[in-house]
């Protein structure tokens, strides 16, 4: 399948995904969160960068000017006011992680002054990866997470 081919296939299904539903998961819409997994990685992170830039956050890759270091996927830094989030969307096809994925994030957090850290995946998180992230700041966004976050960010669209 051509690149082309692949961001029209995306973004159809990120369409069908932002859906309103009245807040019920339709069984074509469970088809789509299952669908989520065969995105490419950085079209998701797109999707959730677009989403929090809704929200007035300003995007800047960790390298770039006003970042400190470059590192490859360090993620993205968003900025509003005083507030640095570090975004990454990694281990796209793995079901759970764990806690190790989560502390790595909160290191990658300090070495780039951020407050908070923002961690998304098609799969779901540990017990164990929940109960740091609490204690570091680090919101978690899971595969039925990133569907709500489209929904959201789709309503929250003009008509």
């Not at 539903?21 to 069984?27: C, E, I, S, V």
């Not at 074509?28 to 969160?33: C, E, R, T, V, Y």
């Not at 992170?45 to 300003?58: D, L």
């Amino acid at each position: 399948m051509g690149k082309q081919q692949s961001g029209e296939l995306s973004t159809n299904l990120i369409d069908r995904l932002s859906a309103r539903t009245g807040g019920l998961l339709t069984a074509a819409a469970a088809d789509d969160l299952l669908a989520i997994c065969e995105l490419a990685q950085e079209e998701v992170e797109r999707v959730v960068i677009e989403a929090y830039r809704s929200q007035g956050y300003q995007p800047a890759a960790p390298g770039a000017p006003g970042a400190s270091g470059a590192e490859p996927d360090a993620g993205t830094l968003l900025t509003k006011g005083t507030q640095r989030l570090l975004l990454q969307c990694k281990y796209w096809r793995t079901r759970k992680i764990a806690e190790m994925q989560v502390r790595e994030l909160y290191g990658m957090m300090a070495a780039h002054n951020a407050n908070a850290g923002i961690l998304v995946t098609s799969g779901g998180f540990t017990l164990e990866a929940s109960r740091f992230a609490g204690y570091g700041s680090i919101q978690l966004i899971d595969g039925p997470r990133v569907l709500a976050l489209l929904r959201h960010n789709q309503a929250a669209l003009p008509a």
